[in-house]
Protein backbone atom coordinates (compact mmCIF):
# COMPACT_ATOMS: atom_id res chain seq x y z
CA UNK A 1 0.00 0.00 0.00
CA UNK A 2 2.67 2.08 0.98
CA UNK A 3 5.73 3.07 -1.62
CA UNK A 4 8.80 4.36 0.01
CA UNK A 5 11.85 5.70 -1.98
CA UNK A 6 14.76 6.88 -0.02
CA UNK A 7 16.44 9.56 -2.02
CA UNK A 8 18.25 13.07 -2.17
CA UNK A 9 16.95 15.48 -4.35
CA UNK A 10 19.22 18.44 -5.73
CA UNK A 11 18.03 21.79 -5.73
CA UNK A 12 15.86 22.79 -8.68
CA UNK A 13 16.74 19.31 -10.32
CA UNK A 14 13.91 17.64 -12.28
CA UNK A 15 12.59 14.67 -11.08
CA UNK A 16 9.91 12.15 -11.83
CA UNK A 17 7.75 8.93 -10.08
CA UNK A 18 6.11 6.63 -12.43
CA UNK A 19 4.35 4.09 -10.63
CA UNK A 20 2.63 1.66 -12.63
CA UNK A 21 -0.64 -0.37 -10.71
CA UNK A 22 -2.89 -3.19 -11.38
CA UNK A 23 -6.51 -2.24 -9.93
CA UNK A 24 -9.20 -4.80 -8.74
CA UNK A 25 -10.23 -5.08 -11.90
CA UNK A 26 -7.78 -6.00 -13.68
CA UNK A 27 -7.29 -3.09 -15.22
CA UNK A 28 -3.32 -1.48 -15.71
CA UNK A 29 -2.96 1.93 -14.74
CA UNK A 30 -0.27 5.23 -13.99
CA UNK A 31 0.23 7.43 -11.83
CA UNK A 32 3.15 9.61 -12.31
CA UNK A 33 4.15 12.46 -9.94
CA UNK A 34 6.57 14.87 -11.68
CA UNK A 35 7.89 18.43 -10.87
CA UNK A 36 7.54 19.24 -14.46
CA UNK A 37 3.93 19.33 -14.25
CA UNK A 38 1.53 22.65 -13.49
CA UNK A 39 -1.49 20.60 -12.58
CA UNK A 40 -3.49 17.30 -12.17
CA UNK A 41 -4.23 15.43 -14.88
CA UNK A 42 -6.56 12.26 -14.75
CA UNK A 43 -7.23 10.38 -18.15
CA UNK A 44 -8.86 6.58 -17.98
CA UNK A 45 -5.57 4.75 -17.86
CA UNK A 46 -3.04 7.24 -16.36
CA UNK A 47 -3.01 10.41 -14.18
CA UNK A 48 -0.31 13.28 -13.74
CA UNK A 49 0.30 14.77 -10.30
CA UNK A 50 2.58 17.41 -9.38
CA UNK A 51 5.25 16.79 -7.42
CA UNK A 52 4.89 18.92 -3.90
CA UNK A 53 7.37 21.77 -3.85
CA UNK A 54 8.38 21.42 -0.27
CA UNK A 55 10.61 18.75 -0.25
CA UNK A 56 13.54 19.44 1.33
CA UNK A 57 16.67 19.32 -1.10
CA UNK A 58 20.72 18.11 -0.06
CA UNK A 59 19.15 15.91 2.87
CA UNK A 60 18.05 11.79 2.92
CA UNK A 61 14.88 11.72 3.23
CA UNK A 62 12.00 8.93 2.85
CA UNK A 63 9.53 9.78 0.27
CA UNK A 64 6.68 8.21 1.11
CA UNK A 65 4.00 6.92 -1.44
CA UNK A 66 0.20 6.33 -0.41
CA UNK A 67 -0.09 4.14 -3.64
CA UNK A 68 -4.22 2.77 -2.74
CA UNK A 69 -4.91 6.16 -1.91
CA UNK A 70 -3.72 7.93 -5.38
CA UNK A 71 -5.35 5.24 -7.01
CA UNK A 72 -8.89 5.52 -5.56
CA UNK A 73 -8.07 9.31 -5.75
CA UNK A 74 -7.15 9.63 -9.34
CA UNK A 75 -9.33 6.68 -10.87
CA UNK A 76 -11.88 5.87 -8.55
CA UNK A 77 -11.40 2.22 -8.19
CA UNK A 78 -9.46 0.08 -5.36
CA UNK A 79 -5.69 -0.50 -5.60
CA UNK A 80 -4.63 -4.57 -6.17
CA UNK A 81 -0.64 -4.42 -7.05
CA UNK A 82 2.26 -2.11 -8.07
CA UNK A 83 3.55 -3.54 -11.12
CA UNK A 84 6.14 -0.84 -12.30
CA UNK A 85 8.39 1.66 -10.73
CA UNK A 86 10.09 4.10 -12.44
CA UNK A 87 12.27 6.88 -11.11
CA UNK A 88 13.78 9.57 -13.73
CA UNK A 89 15.98 12.87 -13.32
CA UNK A 90 18.65 13.67 -10.76
CA UNK A 91 18.80 12.44 -7.39
CA UNK A 92 20.38 9.50 -5.09
CA UNK A 93 18.69 6.71 -4.78
CA UNK A 94 19.28 4.71 -1.45
CA UNK A 95 16.72 2.14 -1.33
CA UNK A 96 12.85 1.58 -2.75
CA UNK A 97 10.36 -0.93 -0.56
CA UNK A 98 6.76 -0.85 0.25
CA UNK A 99 5.12 -1.38 3.53
CA UNK A 100 1.10 -2.23 5.06
CA UNK A 101 1.14 0.50 7.25
CA UNK A 102 2.57 3.77 6.79
CA UNK A 103 6.34 4.37 8.48
CA UNK A 104 6.57 6.20 11.85
CA UNK A 105 8.16 9.22 12.42
CA UNK A 106 11.13 9.08 14.32
CA UNK A 107 15.03 10.58 14.40
CA UNK A 108 17.13 7.79 12.37
CA UNK A 109 20.55 7.81 12.27
CA UNK A 110 21.12 8.54 9.37
CA UNK A 111 19.71 11.34 9.28
CA UNK A 112 16.54 10.65 7.15
CA UNK A 113 13.45 12.37 7.30
CA UNK A 114 9.35 10.84 6.19
CA UNK A 115 7.88 12.87 3.44
CA UNK A 116 4.28 11.78 2.88
CA UNK A 117 2.32 12.24 -0.34
Known amino acids: RYLVLQVSIPAAAAIS ?9 GTRRRVVMSSAFRGAVVHQLHAQVRKAALIPCYVWLNWC ?3 AALVDASFATTFRTI ?3 CLSGTCKLRRVFTMKEPPIPSDH ?9
Do not use: H, K, Q
Open 17 to 25: VEVGVLDTN
Open 65 to 67: FDV
Open 83 to 85: DSI
Open 109 to 117: PFGTTIYNV
